[in-house]
Antibody
């Protein structure tokens, strides 16, 4: 059973880069069975997919964020990371990392969530 | 992008009520439709996958049906722990998933 543990700052200044990391335990991040992704949820609102990375390093991003998002993997640390540049108040949200199993195509494991506030 | 809609956006119900939530996709997604439950301050929890399959450990009062563009989640007898927000999710275009806007179920 996978466990996903998120880390990163809860406060980011406007125009700076939001950075979060998700450490995977209970399985290998280098597995072809999973996509590894980031989602977010602004306060009181719904869920938005940010992007995902797959075995071999293929990345997929939400077109609305594509120019500002980078997702990468560190196989030596069994973790994947999110960077969102030029942050604004509109990026204030709870950010989740999650796995997508590529058989039944569901987000079966989630991180605990990190509230990131963009404010000076 | 595949757009998802849900109705109603919120509902009030009593313990023991039968509750039905509808989800519609902007194009056919076959049965690539999942349902999640989210409680305040928590990550979403998978309830139903592939439109009608109950996730392990989820009570049998939850059920799902649908195919193509129209889907339904039913709670046969609402329990106190079921008051939450419910989201549908299309995984047809995985990894480019999209969610419905959510349906909040609260106590009447």
């Amino acid at each position: 059973q996978l466990q996903l543990q998120q880390s990163g700052p809860g406060l980011v200044k406007p125009s700076e880069t939001l950075s979060l990391t998700c450490t995977v335990s209970g399985g290998s991040i280098n597995s072809s069975s999973y996509y590894w992704g980031w989602l977010r949820q602004p306060p009181g609102k719904g869920l938005e997919w940010i992007g995902s990375i797959y075995y071999g390093g293929s990345t997929y991003y939400n077109p609305s964020l594509k120019n500002r998002v980078t997702i990468s993997v560190d196989t030596s640390m069994n973790q994947f990371s999110l960077k969102l540049s030029s942050a604004t108040a509109a990026d204030t949200a709870v950010y989740y990392c999650a796995s997508t199993i590529n058989t039944v195509l569901v987000n079966d494991y989630w991180g605990q969530g990190t509230l990131v506030t963009v404010s000076s | 992008d595949i757009q998802m809609t849900q109705s109603p956006s919120s509902l009030s119900a009593s313990v023991g009520d039968r509750v039905t939530i509808t989800c519609r996709a902007s194009q056919s997604i076959s049965n690539y439709l999942n349902w999640y439950q989210q409680k305040p301050g928590k990550a979403p929890k998978l309830l139903i996958y592939a439109a009608s399959n109950l996730q392990s450990g989820v009570p049998s009062r939850f059920s799902g049906i649908g195919s193509g563009t129209d889907f339904t989640l039913t709670i046969s007898s609402l329990q106190p722990e079921d008051f939450a927000t419910y989201y549908c999710q299309q995984s047809y275009s995985t990894p480019r998933i999209t969610f419905g806007p959510g349906t909040k179920v609260d106590i009447k």
